[in-house]
């Protein structure tokens, strides 16, 4: 009998650990192995911050890594996505659809999905379009430990996602802190184990 429950306590903590473990390693793994693709039907690039129109330094860097992108021919269109916060007078994508088009992409090129202030929302915002224009492919601009969670969720809802991530910048792999990893593999986690099961728990980065 103490047998019995000393394994089934074993395992129990055997899985507490290696779950965690799990998310930190498909997180970390998505930043530093990232799918190559050299094309794609469209580039997303998910919102984050922007102040009365200016892009935080986090959107930039994932503005900048779209421009390279479609100037190497990766998409022939670029959405931005994600909505205001109260009281802001513009979008965090109106605000990367206007730092696009006066940084050389023409405005045929993009498009502005000003809605969601979350990965989940947003991401179901830009799949529907991509649904509605018949695209598939898309290579998500974004940080590189946001990369295994944004494309699971696209994944999830039938795009075939890739990941481009930034560079450079404060969420680059050399700005980034283990704490990053660690939220991202949280979120990711909270994903796969409550948001595919309807609890949506919001994750906005600001």
């Known amino acids: 009998m103490f047998k019995f429950i000393f394994r089934a306590i074993a395992l129990l903590i055997a899985i507490i650990v290696a779950i965690p473990a799990y998310a930190l390693f498909v997180t970390w793994n998505s930043a530093n192995n990232p799918s190559i693709r050299t094309s794609a039907d469209v580039i997303v690039i998910?919102?984050?911050?922007?102040?009365?129109?200016t892009p935080g330094e986090v959107l930039q860097a994932r503005l900048e890594q779209a421009v390279r992108l479609f100037r190497a021919g990766v998409a022939p269109l670029i959405i931005t996505v994600g909505s205001g916060a109260p009281g802001d007078r513009t979008t965090e994508a109106d605000s990367g659809r206007r730092w696009l088009i006066n940084n050389g992409v023409p405005r045929s090129a993009v498009i502005a999905l000003p809605e969601g202030r979350d990965t989940l929302t947003q991401t179901k915002v830009?799949?529907?379009?991509?649904g509605e224009r018949k695209l598939k492919t898309v290579v998500i601009a974004t940080d590189p430990f946001h990369c295994q969670r944004s494309m699971t969720m696209a994944r999830d809802l039938d795009a075939d996602p890739f990941c481009a991530?930034?560079?450079d910048g404060p969420n680059s792999l050399a700005g980034s802190t283990n704490r990053y990893l660690i939220r991202e593999a949280g979120a990711y986690l909270s994903y796969i184990t409550l948001g595919r099961r309807g609890i949506h728990l919001s994750d906005h980065l600001g």
Not at 46 to 53: C, H, I, R, S
Not at 126 to 130: F, G, L, Q
């Open 126 to 130: 830009y799949v529907k379009e991509m």
């Open 165 to 167: 991530p930034v560079p």
């Open 46 to 53: 998910p919102g984050a911050a922007q102040l009365d129109g």
